[in-house]
């Protein structure tokens, strides 16, 4: 297979001078054609099976333990952004309040 060529972008001109003559005479190595190249999405999707299978099988393993302290730091933040709105007094805070209410609740439930 033979590499790729190589396009040549035109540097940013340097002077008002070079600007206005439009010089092509230093072109340099322009890489941006080869990275959009390596960037190209998959044609194929794993199944459910295959992830599965890559995955480490400790991750499919519930753990009761680990589940109730994220619940217990829910509800702590919970507790802190009630204290925080009834320190803080401001209409100003109320929808900041709310939304992370209304987001900590339904990470709960």
């Known amino acids: 297979m033979a590499p790729p060529a190589v396009e040549t972008c035109q540097p940013?001109?340097?002077s008002v001078d070079e600007l206005l003559a439009?010089?092509?005479a230093s072109k340099q190595p322009c890489l941006h054609g080869d990275l959009l190249k390596a960037k190209q999405v998959p044609t194929s999707v794993p199944s459910l099976t295959e992830l599965k299978r890559i995955i480490p099988e400790h991750c499919f393993q519930p753990t009761v333990a680990r589940s109730l302290t994220?619940?217990?730091q829910d509800v702590i933040i919970i507790a802190a952004l009630y204290y925080a709105?009834?320190?803080i007094q401001s209409p100003w805070f109320l929808p900041v309040f709310w939304?992370?209410?209304g987001f900590m609740f339904?990470?709960?439930f």
């Open 12 to 14: 940013l001109p340097q």
């Open 22 to 24: 439009g010089s092509n």
């Open 70 to 72: 994220f619940v217990l």
């Open 85 to 87: 709105a009834a320190r």
């Open 99 to 101: 939304f992370f209410q």
């Open 106 to 108: 339904w990470a709960v």
